[in-house]
């Protein structure tokens, strides 16, 4: 298995984590603390009622104890990885945060180092994350702007690409993945009356605030 974005805890990762599921995770910079992880190793044992889990030293401990492989940097654009590597990608709250040129060229590479009939787990945020901690605001509140009004708020170390749901579907279909489930979910209380429309598709799902997709590598 193959994640991109994997982060700083690893938390998801840990939880599935068995011997038989050799786990690769990257990260276009390198993020992983190795104190959040051991800080998820203790709370999985607490909460979850798991068997006293060993603690992380380092990433060769990581992938020892965990089968879990943490690189950083990679560039999910372009890897080093063989044709025919993984059977699944999944990841969790990062497309949202890659242009959408950019997203066509991982999408391509998936294409190459899933093997064929692979699988990609996606779930996706498209709220306006400016929300999270704002709740003055809308949680679709940045499709009030135009795109170069939006230009002046969107930071690169904070990119939100703004796609709705109807775009990723474009996007994954035109890459040569056949979409095997997806759902628009959480539809926005709060609806400006000022969106912009040509960020908007038409549809219902414009103004959902996370999606659920299951891709086929074809």
Not at 63 to 86: G, L
């Amino acid at each position: 298995m193959i994640e991109f974005g994997a982060g700083k805890n690893l938390g998801q990762n840990l939880y599935i984590s068995q011997p038989e599921l050799r786990q690769h995770l990257v990260d276009l910079n390198p993020m992983l603390d190795l104190s959040l992880v051991n800080h998820v190793v203790t709370l999985l044992a607490e909460q979850y009622a798991f068997e006293a889990l060993p603690a992380v030293q380092s990433l060769g401990d990581l992938e020892a104890k965990y089968a879990i492989k943490y690189d950083a940097p990679v560039d999910m654009t372009s890897t080093a990885f063989d044709d025919d590597s993984f059977d699944i990608c999944i990841s969790t709250n990062t497309l949202e945060h890659i242009p959408l040129v950019t997203l066509e060229a991982i999408l391509r590479e998936l294409r190459r180092v899933l093997k064929s009939a692979g699988i990609i787990s996606a779930q996706i945020d498209y709220s306006d994350h400016y929300a999270h901690t704002d709740r003055s605001i809308s949680k679709i509140n940045y499709l009030r702007f135009s795109e170069q009004a939006w230009k002046r708020h969107n930071h690169k170390f904070f990119f939100q690409n703004r796609l709705r749901h109807s775009h990723y579907r474009k996007v994954f279909q035109d890459a040569g993945f056949e979409i095997l489930r997806e759902q628009a979910i959480k539809p926005s209380k709060r609806i400006p009356d000022d969106l912009d429309p040509d960020v908007l598709t038409g549809d219902d799902s414009d103004y959902c605030l996370a999606g659920l997709w299951v891709l086929r590598n074809c």
